[in-house]
């Protein structure tokens, strides 16, 4: 697996960064959404250097020039809830993506530090032959990642495969590179040193999906 850690270098990325796990700031759900896409953003950026361009021809209002324009069919999948803000950072760069959804949640059994991934709903268009980005905030165990993966194989192959994720456990990126065909990009802002007792990435920042959209109904 390719991956790039992209807090290796600093930037405005930091700033962001700083922003989504200061427990001061997190109470602001508007900011806490915002500064995710714009990560979402950044990735995206940093991802499309990767793709193949090719050169096309358009008309300005002076003359006619070349341009290179990327020539890949992208699809943008997001796992509910949490990876909606990073998913609409995304689509505001690769703006002409197709959009595909999935459901997947930790199931948690007797024991409440042992889970399991549901997967439930999902909508894909087919995969063939385009480049898959999928996107998920936060990467602890990295199970739902090959959950979701694995859920969207009978969609077809796609050419490439991209993971865009916001704040990932060493232990959860080692899974991953692991677990995915080895041609597989992973592009992510942090990356931190542990997950907890219970599978929560440490320092990690919380549950995004509740910081994200408040607080979901106990059951």
């Known amino acids: 697996m390719h991956i790039y850690n992209l807090s290796e270098k600093n930037s405005i990325l930091n700033t962001f960064?700083?922003?989504i796990r200061d427990v001061?700031?997190?109470?602001?759900?508007?900011?806490?959404?915002?500064?995710?896409?714009?990560?979402?953003?950044i990735l995206g950026y940093e991802m499309s250097k990767s793709f193949k361009f090719?050169?096309?021809?358009?008309?300005?209002?002076?003359?006619?020039?070349?341009?290179?324009?990327?020539?890949?069919?992208?699809?943008?999948?997001s796992i509910l809830r949490a990876?909606?803000?990073?998913?609409?950072?995304?689509?505001?760069?690769?703006?002409t993506a197709e959009n595909a959804f999935i459901s997947a949640y930790r199931h948690h059994l007797e024991n409440p530090e042992t889970f399991e991934i549901i997967v439930e709903y999902l909508a894909c268009p087919s995969l063939e032959g385009k480049i898959l980005i999928l996107a998920d905030p936060m990467v602890a165990t990295g199970q739902s990642l090959l959950a979701t993966f694995e859920?969207?194989?009978?969609?077809?192959?796609?050419?490439?495969?991209?993971?865009?994720?916001?704040?990932?456990?060493?232990e959860g990126?080692?899974?991953?590179?692991?677990?995915?065909?080895?041609?597989?990009?992973?592009?992510?802002?942090?990356?931190?040193?542990?997950?907890?007792s219970k599978g929560y990435i440490v320092p990690g920042l919380g549950d995004a999906g509740d910081l994200a959209f408040g607080v979901k109904l106990q059951q």
């Open 173 to 196: 990126v080692d899974f991953v590179a692991k677990n995915f065909p080895k041609n597989t990009h992973l592009w992510i802002a942090a990356v931190d040193n542990k997950l907890n």
């Open 151 to 170: 859920a969207l194989k009978p969609f077809g192959n796609p050419k490439e495969i991209h993971l865009a994720a916001v704040i990932g456990a060493q």
């Open 17 to 19: 960064i700083t922003e």
């Open 83 to 95: 990876g909606v803000p990073l998913h609409n950072g995304l689509l505001n760069y690769f703006d």
């Open 54 to 77: 090719e050169t096309k021809i358009i008309t300005t209002p002076l003359a006619k020039t070349e341009i290179q324009s990327i020539s890949n069919d992208v699809v943008l999948c």
């Open 24 to 41: 001061s700031i997190q109470k602001d759900s508007m900011r806490f959404r915002r500064n995710i896409e714009r990560i979402g953003e």
